[in-house]
């Protein structure tokens, strides 16, 4: 998935990164095809895509039809690109064309509320347990930050962003319990979640800050996961609590995420702890995040790559983070 592979190669690799995103923008055309074959405008990427373009998921599979938040994850990979290479070329032709197209869909793909508020219904989101989900929690989330970057990216080429895009950002629907705790969709009520979904508006979207509502989410969601679920959960969860200064629950959680999916006689990752498909390169991807972005304190911001509060585990003596962005920065952690 790209929001679990992506960030640690595009904070190493900035080259290959970039053909990962050609890679979608050489089959835009076929993504708005995708979004017009469902009555939608913009640009629909597909769950899983050949090299066409097309896609690709098994026609059994729920998640090629109603998987929708990967066209926003796009989207604010887009983003994070252009915040770490400040390529505003690149910009101009290849990465505003497709935010453009991706804000387009999300603002044709929601709808309108009586009281003025904004939803998107009949998804399957981050956790696929969940089958026509509405309002799921990511996907409201990864839409809300992508149509957000896409007003960013406008105003940076000095273009007029749709004004649709930031009153819809706003206006998407979130809900909690009594308690405060994020619902993982509008209809949620307490079952068991495949993977994390809620956590994901902490960290990697921030569309949740405040310190408090993240700890609610953590202690009630880690919970709510499934034995079975992907190595990936876990890693989110470790990037959150080392956020959050907690180093022995970051640790914890980091060596959970992938401990029990090392298959031998590599190491190579399973996707499960209880599955023997090798190799699961997105619980890889969560594991690099865990150290990159949590221990290591990493940040993507609209100024590049920046460390802050970094928390290392007392099982560690010290952390050596080479090659970072376009600077190849070290960054040193003890």
């Known amino acids: ?7 640690p190669l595009l904070a190493f690799n900035q080259d290959i990164a970039k053909s990962v995103l050609n890679y979608r923008f050489d089959r835009l055309d076929a993504a708005k095809r995708k979004a017009r074959n469902y009555g939608y405008e913009g640009a629909m990427f597909p769950w899983e895509s050949d090299d066409t373009g097309e896609e690709a998921t098994p026609t059994w ?35 505003f064309p497709v935010l453009k197209e991706v804000a387009d869909y999300w603002q044709s793909r929601a709808i309108k509320n009586s009281d003025g508020s904004y939803s998107i219904n009949n998804v399957v989101g981050a956790n696929e347990f969940y089958h ?17 970057f896409a007003v960013k990216a406008a105003k940076v080429l000095n273009v007029k962003p749709n004004s649709k895009w930031d009153e819809l950002a706003e206006g998407l629907s979130f809900y909690s319990f009594e308690n405060g705790v994020t619902k993982e969709n509008r209809k949620y009520d307490g079952e068991i979640i495949k993977q994390a979904d809620v956590n994901l508006l902490a960290y990697p979207l921030n569309v949740i800050e405040d310190p408090e509502s993240i700890r609610k989410d953590l202690e009630y969601y880690e919970q709510k996961m499934a034995p079975e679920g992907p190595a990936m959960s876990h890693s989110v969860l470790a990037v959150l609590y080392a ?15 992938y401990e029990p999916n090392k298959r031998p006689p590599f190491g190579a990752l399973s996707e499960s702890a209880f599955s ?16 990159l972005f949590g221990f290591g304190g990493l940040h993507f911001t609209d100024s590049g790559i920046e460390q802050k509060n970094p928390c290392l585990p007392k099982q560690w003596k010290k ?3 080479k090659g970072i962005g376009i600077e190849k920065k070290t960054f040193v952690i003890e």
Request: proline share 2%.
């Open 276 to 291: 023997n498909n090798p190799y699961f390169a997105t619980g890889a991807g969560g594991m690099l995040q865990a150290v």
């Open 132 to 148: 026509h989900a509405d309002d799921n929690a990511f996907t409201n989330g990864s839409a809300k930050t992508a149509l957000k």
């Open 1 to 7: 998935c790209i929001r679990d592979r992506y960030p």
């Open 319 to 321: 952390l050596t983070i």
């Open 61 to 95: 599979a729920l998640t090629g039809t109603f998987e929708h938040h990967i066209t926003a994850d796009i989207g604010i990979a887009f983003w994070n690109y252009y915040r770490i290479t400040r390529d505003i070329v690149w910009l101009k032709d290849i990465g």
């Open 243 to 257: 956020r959050l200064g907690e180093r022995e629950k970051a640790f914890e959680l980091f060596k959970r995420a």
